[in-house]
T-cell receptor, first 112, second 114 residues
Framework: DAKTTQPTSMDCAEGRAANLPCNHS???????VYWYRQIHSQGPQYIIH???NNETNEMASLIITEDRKSSTLILPHATLRDTAVYYC?????????????FGEGTQLTVNP | ETGVTQTPRHLVMGMTNKKSLKCEQH?????MYWYKQSAKKPLELMFV???????ENNSVPSRFSPECPNSSHLFLHLHTLQPEDSALYLC?????????????FGSGTRLTVV
């Protein structure tokens, strides 16, 4: 699976949009971009994933560049409960049991 | 509640004890995983089960022994652990063979080896 690069930490004001970047310059054509987050001492939570089109759900939006070498997770109106470590992962889909490899992630702190 | 239930939530055990961690899901998922998360470290994949067969063992010491009796249950049997095995142990499940489904994680078992 391709490696990803994320900033170690970011801050965001409550109510503002949080934009979390991820670089995945070695991504292959059949690899998806996944985002998870982990609130302190809990299990990771799936947020969103995409292949090449932008995606939106009730939690967030995912913007993937045209060359697919980077992406941005957008939390449109961050709340204090969005404080967590956010993981960007690229993975080949299509096989049950294919692994999800976590890196260091970005610690997002939402400030009042 | 995520649909993946792990018990116990907290466990303290001595180095000579034998204990088991349990993971249960009724989401109809076919793949299940054990991850270990030590303090201030990324999650480490330990074992992968697909359709009740172990498909991956990431060089995990034999003092950790997984068991998957059916697609809804996953166990991690612990024996003669070391203090450095203290960590958060997370179970995850994934739907179906093929496709691009996300994982659903449990809340984890916080293990302390004394």
């Amino acid at each position: 699976d391709a490696k990803t690069t994320q900033p170690t930490s970011m801050d965001c004001a409550e109510g503002r949009a949080a934009n979390l970047p991820c670089n995945h310059s070695t991504i292959s054509g059949n690899e998806y971009v996944y985002w998870y987050r982990q609130i302190h001492s809990q299990g990771p939570q799936y947020i969103i994933h995409g292949l090449k089109n932008n995606e939106t759900n009730e939690m967030a939006s995912l913007i993937i560049t045209e060359d697919r070498k980077s992406s941005t997770l957008i939390l449109p109106h961050a709340t204090l409960r969005d404080t967590a470590v956010y993981y960007c992962i690229v993975r080949v889909a299509g096989t049950s049991g294919s692994r999800l490899t976590f890196g260091e992630g970005t610690q997002l702190t939402v400030n009042p | 509640e995520t649909g993946v239930t792990q018990t116990p939530r907290h466990l303290v055990m001595g180095m000579t004890n034998k204990k088991s961690l349990k993971c249960e899901q009724h989401l109809g998922h076919n793949a299940m995983y054990w991850y270990k998360q030590s303090a201030k470290k990324p999650l480490e994949l330990m074992f992968v089960y697909s359709l009740e067969e172990r498909v991956e063992n990431n060089s995990v010491p034999s003092r950790f022994s997984p068991e998957c009796p059916n697609s809804s249950h996953l166990f991690l049997h612990l024996h003669t652990l070391q203090p450095e095995d203290s960590a958060l142990y997370l179970c995850a499940s994934q739907r179906g063979a093929g496709g691009n489904y996300g994982y659903t994680f449990g809340s984890g078992t916080r293990l302390t080896v004394v």
